[in-house]
């Protein structure tokens, strides 16, 4: 058998002078598959400096590469293919890893094409020592697969808070431009358009995930709906925490079924709903039975709370850390007074 040839391919935040946090759980994931497999790593740098973003991986015992120009400032799918290409041809990589960022899923399968390779994505894991083998979860988190390949090249595009961010030592390594033959950009990238932080509730890289159950949008202990008031309680301890909103999925489909919604919910909150789980240091369970169903995404969160008036609620079977048994409207609320004062 051949020996691999491991390329860990990266690119920079928003602001273009460092790598992503999740590019350096990535080196992390290729630093380890290269120690196991006794065999060298290569990283690969998108940026518009790459020079200035290789000061991210210092320490780092690895071939540094790195592809430079105006053009790599903003994710652009023609520039960033023909990119990652120049960097895997130059590696002759046989295996590829890459963060499961939007940037590199826009441009992944593109160029496993270009590459005559194969790819994975949303991996979890990656063992074996012989021959790699590599885990993700299948239907919302309910059936791991266990995958290996013959084909090579092999993309491995790696799931979010998998491994922790890569962070070195001192020592700087010397980086390798590598030359891009770009063809006609027909497209200019002018921003983004995204909603302002208090009106945003998805937050991959908060340290808490708050997750509301349909028994928000129940009839409380006066017989009526409060629906309005749970928007504004939930809205409010958001935006004073910076924490990500989850949802159980009973309470996003309440809106087909013509029954009061928070009007600020979406699939997209739905827990698991991607294929992707979430992996907060924290998470907060409110109004939610506790059952497989709402737990199942939940597998990685470090550390579970929940609010529940039910004492027998699956929460409090083993599946949570600690059960506040209370009433969630009154918890909340006196949360948000208590976080107005220290602000």
Not at 12 to 31: I, M, N, R, W, Y
Not at 228 to 257: H, N, R
Not at 267 to 272: D, E, S, T
Request: hydrophobic content about 40%; charged content about 20%.
């Amino acid at each position: 058998m051949m020996p691999e040839a491991i390329l860990v391919l990266t690119h920079t935040d928003e602001a273009g002078s460092s790598l992503t946090k999740s590019s350096l759980e990535t080196v992390t994931a290729g630093k380890t598959l290269a120690d196991r497999l006794e065999t060298p790593l290569v990283i690969g740098i998108l940026a518009t400096d790459s020079n200035a973003a290789a000061k991210s991986l210092p320490g780092l015992n690895a071939r540094i590469l790195g592809v430079s120009g105006e053009a790599f400032e903003k994710p652009q799918y023609a520039a960033d293919v023909a990119a990652c290409e120049a960097l895997c041809n130059a590696a002759q990589a046989t295996v590829i890893l890459a963060p499961q960022s939007s940037r590199m899923a826009r441009v992944a399968a593109g160029l496993a094409h270009r590459i005559s390779g194969s790819i994975d994505t949303h991996i979890t894991s990656i063992q074996g020592d012989e021959a790699i083998e590599v885990t993700r979860w299948l239907y919302r988190q309910r059936i791991e697969a266990t995958i290996t390949r013959s084909v090579r090249p092999w993309i491995l595009l790696i799931e979010g808070g998998v491994c922790a961010a890569y962070e070195g030592h001192e020592g700087e390594g010397e980086l390798e431009q590598v030359a891009v033959e770009l063809p006609e950009l027909r497209t200019n990238v002018i921003g983004t358009r995204a909603p302002a932080h208090s009106g945003q509730t998805i937050r991959p890289d908060a340290k808490m995930l708050f997750v509301a159950g349909a028994g928000w949008t129940k009839k409380q202990a006066d017989g009526q709906v409060h629906a309005g008031e749970a928007g504004e309680l939930i809205l409010s301890f958001l935006q004073k925490t910076s924490a990500s909103l989850g949802s159980s999925k009973s309470l996003v489909d309440q809106g087909g079924d013509g029954q009061p919604v928070l009007p600020f919910l979406s699939h997209m909150n739905q827990v698991g709903q991607t294929g992707a789980t979430p992996r907060h240091p924290k998470g907060l369970a409110t109004c939610c039975h506790g059952e497989e169903p709402h737990v199942v995404g939940w597998r990685f969160i470090t550390e579970r709370r929940a609010i529940s008036l039910d004492p027998n609620c699956g929460w409090a079977r083993g599946k949570a850390d600690v059960v506040y048994i209370a009433d969630a409207f009154k918890v909340i609320a006196k949360v948000n007074e208590l976080l107005a004062l220290k602000a």
